[in-house]
């Protein structure tokens, strides 16, 4: 059965600062891998995904995530966070599940709190 | 375009009830699938509809169970609600082509059951 570990319930960064959220999945075949962002209250905002090809995919909001096949990870980065950027984040692996459908497994999430 | 809308967007029941949510998914999209996520906690598979079939099912009991009509809305259905059913409860869609591995989010509904 497949994954997802996140490893950091909670990180805190200062504004302007680089940030990296950590997520390693298990999947016994090509992973399709996904990061979401949710504010309080809020549902799921898809960022970014990965299907096949360049490891290094290009988010919204300036986000980016590589993919390491070595590693089995998928690691979430962004280069000077904003105050905005607090939320929750949420890695996720679609399994094929048959019939052409695919149902998504998810971590615990990544609370990310940002210091003005 | 409209995204992913859910109704209502918040509820309170007592333990025994029944309760439905209901979803209506991005223009263009015709799978639903459902996932209720507790506090703290990411979001978990309960069921997904395609064609107004059940396609694939998570570890959830026969509780719960839905629907999917022919404009592809949906609803979530629990029965006998326990306590443990707090939680929110989030519709996501999806399209069989092309990129049916992405889902989409709608606000989600918030249960609590007390």
Sequence with gaps: ?116 | DAGVTQSPTHLIKTRGQQVTLRCSPKSGHDTVSWYQQALGQGPQFIFQYYEEEERQRGNFPDRFSGHQYPNYSSELNVNALLLGDSALYLCASSALRPDKETQYFGPGTRLLVL
């Design chain 1, 1 to 116: 059965a497949q994954s997802v570990t996140q490893p950091d319930i909670h990180i805190t960064v200062s504004e302007g600062a680089s940030l990296e959220l950590r997520c390693n999945y298990s999947y016994g075949a090509t992973p399709y891998l996904f990061w979401y962002v949710q504010s309080p209250g809020q549902g799921l905002q898809l960022l970014l995904k990965y299907f096949s090809g360049d490891t290094l995919v290009q988010g919204i909001k300036g986000f980016e995530a590589e993919f390491k096949r070595s590693q089995s990870s998928f690691n979430l980065r962004k280069p000077s966070v904003h105050w905005s950027d607090a939320a929750e984040y949420f890695c996720a692996v679609a399994a094929y599940s048959g019939a052409g459908s695919y149902q998504l497994t998810f971590g615990k999430g990544t609370k990310l709190s940002v210091i003005p």
